[in-house]
């Protein structure tokens, strides 16, 4: 069995240094609340995974308040084919009908819920795996209308039982808040005849960012952020560019409904809402530590010259 070789001085002051450069961040963040979806197909890699956990849980180890909502597409494809039920995507969205939304229910609140929450604990937290239908924390309406992508036009959609939140019980998260324990949130929502409703992963988290004014919501997904027209990232955008982006085409497709639950939560309250790789590894670490991983949106860019952080 080979020994262990011990950090050189080098490596220790590197250590250091990392530590005192993140501090800084560490103060403004301090009693803050951040909204973390976590979702894509990084949700099948237990590495992944883990690591995302670990750093969830040092978000609360330095005094920063974590609320995560999570997707699960895949699985729930995964289990629909296996159960051999048919399913179909209009405009990115399932169509949800009876049968579907008791594998979406089972898949979300059940398998992936307690195995991020069991992450999160195995990493030296306290997590604790929810629905939005638990306590009617996620109040939901039937998703009926939705706006087409290229004309604009809006037009009368059928989703089954795909919704849409409107009431985010609040309390019930800072009840979590203010204690060591790290809710985890399945995208379930309730209505007022107590039916489940699917809910998009992105409008759940940007939902219950708006509801609590969370400082940030962080959209983990599977690319770097926003391009502009020559295909490079795009650190900041203001909401009136974000919007002005769509207009134009320059954003397209699945990052439309992104950018529009980005702008939603900061015209609700939040301070800035960030794209961001969840592939790469500590994402949410660079972002609110160093210099930002992702696209982050505001309502306007700071006064100051590199104050994407302020």
Do not use: W
């Not at 939705?146 to 059928?158: F, G, M, Q, R, T």
């Amino acid at each position: 069995m080979s020994e262990k070789i011990p950090p050189t001085p080098r490596d220790a002051a590197s250590k250091a240094a990392i530590l005192a450069e993140a501090l800084p961040y560490m103060r403004r963040y301090s009693g803050k609340t951040i909204v973390v979806k976590y979702g894509g197909h990084a949700m099948g890699d237990t590495e992944i995974a883990n690591r995302f956990a670990a750093d969830v849980v040092l978000l609360k180890q330095v005094g920063i308040n974590p609320i995560v909502v999570h997707g699960g597409g895949p699985q729930i494809g995964q289990m629909l084919e296996r159960l051999k039920i048919k399913s179909s995507f209009i405009d990115g969205l399932r169509v949800t009908d009876q049968a579907t939304v008791e594998i979406v229910e089972m898949v979300l609140s059940g398998s992936i819920n307690k195995e991020l929450a069991a992450a999160v604990n195995r990493a030296g937290g306290r997590a604790i795996g929810l629905s939005g239908k638990d306590a009617d924390l996620i109040r939901a309406r039937k998703l009926t209308r939705k706006s087409d992508p290229d004309s604009h036009i809006e037009k009368v959609l059928d989703l089954g039982f795909v919704g849409e939140p409107y009431a985010v019980d609040a309390p019930v998260l800072e009840y979590f808040v203010k204690s060591d324990i790290i809710p985890v949130i399945a995208p379930i929502g309730v209505g007022t005849a107590g039916e489940t409703y699917n809910i998009n992963a992105d409008t759940a988290a940007g939902a219950v960012a708006a509801a609590v004014k969370a400082t940030r919501l962080l959209l983990l997904t599977d690319v770097p952020g926003v391009l502009d027209a020559n295909k490079q990232l795009v650190q900041e955008l203001t909401v009136a560019d974000a919007k002005a982006m769509i207009a134009s085409g320059t954003i397209t497709g699945g990052m439309i409904p992104k950018i529009e639950t980005c702008v939603e939560a900061v015209e609700g309250g939040v301070d800035a809402a960030v794209i961001i790789d969840g592939r790469v590894p500590h994402a949410i670490l660079l972002e609110l530590f160093a210099e930002g991983a992702g696209t982050l949106i505001r309502r306007r860019k700071s006064a100051r010259t590199a104050g994407r952080r302020s």
